[in-house]
Structures are given as structure tokens and as C-alpha cells.
């Protein structure tokens, strides 16, 4: 094998794993945000007087769920920029004169 077709499939596939990791949690996220925001409106619809407390714990979970999505775009973003250990492996491997 070449180097060149190994080094492009293990940057493909890095690259697809990090749109992987920030575009499913984000997607995630705006259904969880959807659900949570159309549940405090049917909470405080049946029973007005505890808008307050459901807002505090809407909240409270809207940064739970917003947690999530924060570390998961910095992991994908820290496996993107930082040095690709496979990658050099492989390079490393391939440059041997047997190749194993």
C-alpha cells in the first residue's frame, strides 16, 4: 500500500468520527431542547401558579443536557487538532523496508 492512500483513509475517517461526535449530540440537543421547552409550557398550561419552580428546573436541566454537547464538541474538536497517534503509526510502519 502506499502511504499516501493510508495516510488520506485514517484522515477520512478521523475527520468523519469528528463530525460524528459534534453533529449527533447537537441534533441531540435540539431534540431534548424541543421537548423540554414544550413540556414546561404544558406544565405551566395546567397549573400556572408553579411557573417559577418549573422554570428553575428547566433550567437546571437545559444546562444538563447543554453540558453534554460542550464536552463532546471540545473532545471532537481536541481529536481533530491534536496529533494523530494512528496516523503516525502507520507512517512509521510503512516507511519499515518490510512493511511489517
Do not use: H, W
Not at 460524528?20 to 435540539?30: D, E, M
Not at 437545559?62 to 497517534?85: C, P, Q, R, T
Amino acid at each position: 500500500m502506499e502511504i499516501a492512500s493510508v495516510v488520506g483513509q485514517i484522515q477520512s475517517y478521523t475527520i468523519l468520527a469528528v463530525a460524528l461526535l459534534i453533529a449527533l449530540p447537537a441534533i441531540g440537543a435540539a431534540l431534548g431542547f424541543g421537548m423540554l421547552g414544550g413540556k414546561f409550557l404544558e406544565g405551566v398550561a395546567r397549573q400556572p401558579e408553579l411557573a417559577p419552580m418549573l422554570m428553575m428546573r428547566m433550567f437546571i436541566m437545559a444546562g444538563l443536557l447543554d453540558a453534554f454537547v460542550a464536552i463532546s464538541v471540545a473532545i471532537g474538536l481536541m481529536i481533530y487538532f491534536s496529533e494523530n497517534k494512528v496516523l503516525v503509526a502507520a507512517i512509521n510502519i510503512l516507511r519499515t523496508p518490510t512493511g511489517v
